[in-house]
Nanobody
């Protein structure tokens, strides 16, 4: 089993940056595909970035070129560097660990982009 705890959310002005972190506990972290999702007001939860166990990354078009996902298997951590933030990036951001049809979610962290 894997427990996930996100941190790093907050209020930032448009054009600013934030770095989200997701700390994992449990075994075999390096074998999980890790993803960052977000759910804005009135929207469905959407996948915005994922990184495989081999550190192959994929991004949603809405964040490509602005967000960067990375992982540190030794620290059992996955991060999301968010640059050039826009008001439409306002959402609760969730970390997810997936492997073989089993998945775990964190509790989420709020990101608000506003002047």
């Amino acid at each position: 089993q894997v427990q996930l705890v996100e941190s790093g959310g907050g209020l930032v002005q448009p054009g600013g940056s934030l770095r989200l972190s997701c700390a994992a506990s449990g075994s075999m972290f390096s074998t999980y595909v890790m993803g960052w999702y977000r759910q804005g007001p009135g929207n469905q939860r959407e996948l915005i970035a994922r990184i495989t166990s081999g550190s192959i990354t994929n991004y949603a078009d809405s964040v490509k070129g602005r967000f960067t996902i990375s992982r540190d298997n030794a620290k059992k951590m996955v991060s999301l560097q968010m640059n050039s933030l826009k008001s439409e990036d306002t959402a609760v951001y969730y970390c997810k660990a997936s492997r073989g049809g089993i998945y775990y979610w964190g509790q989420g962290t709020q990101v608000t982009v506003s002047s």
